[in-house]
């Protein structure tokens, strides 16, 4: 890759700098093939999620095409293939994130415009210029859908940069910060995305980018499509399974580190689990895991399932502290079984 672009990888993000800050960052030649390397690479990249687009140093995020090289190499209509844009010639189906940290004007704009959130210091300035080099803009088309119609009328017409603030104010720009925050807060958000499902953020670009071709009606059609993929993908049953455990551990209306009773509040055996405290390590084995420690191997342990469970049936399980009949615990999932328990597994071959 050449260096007037920067590839660096920083666990499940990559950070992609153009690195002309002499220039402005102007893109010539050599950084707009760069480019197209660099998004080829991070989206046949498993590893890689997320992406920050950034420029060097802090005058200027691009100043669009080197109008030099553009005049010497005297090219006309831009071929389509002159620029990698998102969502135009080149597929990039994984979230993109625009650190802005100084101008953004014309085809600067435009690497802004493609990207899915735009991160910008509280002096970076946006502009379409192209009306003062006669040049024309059809990029700018989908614009449209980003910011109200008169105002992108005034900014093509009259070429006036705009600032953070009033990107913000515009919904063009999601987060203004001060200068030296941009990349802090390009990455809080790089990791906010990476807490989700990789599959579900995909589903969300796709959704996005079809709703904004097509009319109310057809676009639901195609969000209740792109949707269903991800309710019968297998990362959902493991995010179920994560917050499950998880939930578990923390405790669900208590106090963190407590486990609770998981017996459904419309259950008769409630009171009777609560008052027993089945769910106290200390006062019930058969919720706790001190009896597996003890060498008690009574657990079916199974990856497919959210919840732990135990191989005896859960009505069998007495509970340690009270050791009657009327305070069984119906809802015991934990991974081993109370030393009260009378009952054996019904299953040939467990440990006891």
């Not at 890759?1 to 660096?8: G, K, P, R």
């Not at 831009?78 to 802005?100: D, E, M, R, T, W």
């Not at 071709?213 to 179920?240: F, Q």
Request: charged share 25%.
């Amino acid at each position: 890759m050449a260096n007037e672009v920067l590839y660096e990888i920083e666990g499940e993000i990559v950070v992609i700098t153009l690195n002309r800050p002499d220039k402005r960052n102007a893109l010539n030649a050599a950084m707009r093939e760069g480019l197209w390397e660099a998004w080829r690479n991070f989206e046949s990249d498993p590893r890689l999620r997320v992406a920050i687009l950034t420029g060097a140093g802090d005058k200027a995020f691009c100043a669009g095409i080197d109008l030099i090289e553009f005049t010497e190499t005297k090219l006309g209509v831009p071929p389509p293939n002159f620029l990698p844009v998102i969502g135009q010639n080149i597929k990039v189906s994984k979230p993109v994130i625009a650190a802005v940290n100084g101008g953004a004007y014309a085809g600067g704009w435009r690497l802004v415009q493609m990207c899915d959130l735009c991160v910008a210091s509280e002096t970076a300035r946006f502009a379409i210029t192209e009306a003062r080099v006669g040049r024309g803009v059809p990029w700018a088309a989908p614009l449209i859908h980003m910011i109200p119609q008169r105002v992108m009328v005034e900014l093509l017409m009259t070429a006036n940069p705009i600032s953070a603030q009033r990107g913000y104010e515009l919904g063009f720009v999601n987060h203004v910060v001060a200068p030296g925050d941009v990349m802090a807060k390009a990455r809080a958000l790089a990791n906010d995305i990476l807490a989700g499902s990789p599959l579900f953020m995909r589903a969300v670009k796709e959704m996005v980018a079809m709703s904004t071709e097509v009319g109310n009606s057809e676009a639901i059609r195609n969000a209740d499509r792109i949707s269903s993929l991800c309710i019968r993908a297998k990362t959902r049953s493991r995010g179920r399974w994560r917050f499950a455990r998880s939930a578990s551990r923390s405790g669900v209306g208590g106090k963190k580190g407590d486990l609770q009773c998981r017996t459904s509040t419309s259950s008769p055996h409630v009171a009777a689990c609560r008052a027993a405290r089945c769910c106290n390590p200390a006062l019930a084995p058969c919720c706790s895991t001190g009896s597996a420690r003890r060498g008690r191997r009574t657990a079916r342990w199974s990856r497919s399932r959210p919840a732990w469970r135990c191989r005896t049936r859960p009505r069998h399980c007495l509970s340690a502290k009270q050791g009657s009949e009327s305070n069984r615990s119906p809802t015991c999932r934990r991974p081993t079984r109370s030393p009260s328990c009378s009952r054996r597994a019904e299953r040939p071959g467990s440990i006891s």
